[in-house]
């Protein structure tokens, strides 16, 4: 592997957290970010799917109106659940 040199900064806290890190898993701060970064490019590269339900979840709050109140209707909806007379 070709090497090369980055330089990062951070808040000392994280820099102490980080080398805690690093000694707690017996590795080095190079190889936790390289580790970090290379996870991240496949986790993108997987793509995430959304499933059916969710797609469908999406569509409803889509077609609600503007003014929608979901406060209240939540409120009527807790109200009918635990009979709460108004």
């Given at each position: 592997m070709n090497s090369g040199r980055l330089t990062l900064s951070a808040d000392r806290d994280s820099i102490?957290?980080?080398h805690k890190l690093a000694k707690s898993e017996g590795t080095s701060i190079s190889a936790?970010?390289?580790n970090y970064i290379n996870s991240?490019?496949?986790?993108?590269?997987?793509?995430?799917?959304i499933?059916?339900?969710a797609k469908e979840a999406s569509g409803m709050l889509s077609?609600?109106?503007?003014?929608f109140d979901y406060k209240?209707?939540?409120s009527d909806i807790l109200a009918h659940k635990y009979v709460v007379k108004k």
């Open positions: 102490a957290l980080a936790m970010f390289v991240r490019s496949q986790a993108k590269s997987a793509g995430r799917r499933s059916p339900l077609s609600l109106p503007d003014d209240a209707a939540m």
